[in-house]
């Protein structure tokens, strides 16, 4: 290795370490997280959409699935809208779909199964846009909707829709920029900022956006 790259890497290596200490140490991630993150928009719409958030290997639902399915139901049983549609594709070992087990929840909980629709195959969030759009467009002319996902998540998923030609209320379902205060806590919230930036570059560059 020539003294030249030894120097970039040095420099390199220097760089992550104080990245990484910035991180831990102080609440820039949660400035950029806020930053970040599209502040909530309670009203009337036509139907509340929930976004998958994944599924453990026995079909149960993630911590993040099930704030989602609450706001979202709670948004439901609020009058916020007259239909509540519950995205998530199959990931555990049993077969079955978030949406579904999502779905026999809400039923739990005393929603209609004629205000329910709830669609398993869609595997990212662009696919969940166009699966929500084919099956709320036609007949039932859906324009407005609160959208319901993760405070990171939500300006990339809220451009989609939005392209889509809805008109998007958002809905997060949580305020971790506000509660992430240990190191921990603050490293993941880095991490999570890093991987929705490079999906917001993606999504742009291929057109979704």
Known sequence: MTIGWQRVAR???????????????????NLLAKYQSVPSNVGPADAIVVLGAGTLIDDSLTDESMRRFISG???????????IVLLGPVRGRRGRSEAETRGQIAIEFGIPRDALITIGTALTTQQEVLA??????????????????????MRRAKLLFEKAGFTVLPVSSDHFFEIAVSPQERLWLALRLAQESVGLIYYRLAGYI
């Open 11 to 29: 420099t390199l290596g220097i760089a992550t370490f104080v990245a990484f200490l910035l991180c831990v140490l102080t609440p820039l991630p």
């Open 73 to 83: 139901i709670s948004l439901f049983k609020e009058r916020r809208a007259p239909l």
């Open 132 to 153: 929500t759009a084919h099956a709320l467009r036609g007949e039932r002319g859906v324009g407005r909707i609160l959208l319901v996902t993760e405070s990171m998540h």
